[in-house]
């Protein structure tokens, strides 16, 4: 099994949420809050965080997934929902200036939570991620219908059982994962019950949201990002490989925005592409 290095764990509430992470480098370096992708979690930095010695890094499992609470049940896990527990963590462990690092959909968390905080936010960098894809508002019926459906289905939900690691595992690898990211993340990802593991994350992180961010909104709040930042694009990316460079456009409308390719796929930097994500964040940072 994976183990972290040199990671310490931490623990954090906020709204009568629980907040569960790993933490590391030097405790006294300025802060990097880590956000993970959908259905991911903490360790998703295992790989990356080792590299950022100096800073102090600290990566969360976004509520619903690995070992931090699940919202009460008449809750959504919309990008923004998350965004005032954050900001009530970043008061309770003093960082009253941090950057932030966001993987997929932890990116799309923190352009939202970057133009919340202003001044407060030094950088952003984001992994092969950025806001969702846009809707056109002739779609907003047919989300929300959807969404509608969605949630009528959960009452039928049975979690699915995995003998052990490494079913979990090969899960995940036709998913896309490598071997060693699906193992990485496992130990968080995955809790043993009677007849074998479960899937930590809840349900509900499943459906689609009721509502979904239009071009104009997108624009919006890429235009109040005034943090520096670093899109770090895999090369083999899920945007790539869908063909929405468009999309990835986009990302540019953000005021000091420096976009990059790196080599690997959707989760490079748990894989081939840490030690150059590493290298990028430690130039940018230090500019």
Known sequence: MFRAAASRAIAVSADGLNYSGLEWGNPEGHPIIALHGWL????????????????????LDLSGHGLSDHRSPDATYNIWDDVP?????????DLPRLALLGHSRGAAISVLLAAALGSRCSHLVLLDGMLPYPTEDVSAASQFLQ?????????????????DYAEFVAARVRLGFSEESAQILAPRAIRRVSDGFV???????????????TPTMCSAFYDAVTAPTLALIAENGLRVRAGLGAAL??????????????????HTHMEEGATAIADHMRSFMDA
Request: charged share 20%; hydrophobic share 45%; aromatic share 6%.
């Open 85 to 93: 527990q954050l900001l009530s963590i970043f008061e309770r462990l």
């Open 40 to 59: 991911d979690n903490a360790l998703s930095f295992a790989s990356l965080a080792p590299l950022l010695c100096d800073f102090r890094v600290i990566a």
């Open 147 to 163: 969404a509608q459906k969605d949630h009528e289905a959960l009452s039928s939900y049975e979690p699915r059982i995995f003998r």
């Open 199 to 213: 899937l930590n994350h809840d349900p509900r992180l499943n459906h689609n949201s009721a509502i979904k961010l």
């Open 249 to 266: 456009a986009t990302v540019a409308e953000i005021a000091q925005c420096k976009v990059i390719p790196v080599p690997g796929s959707h």
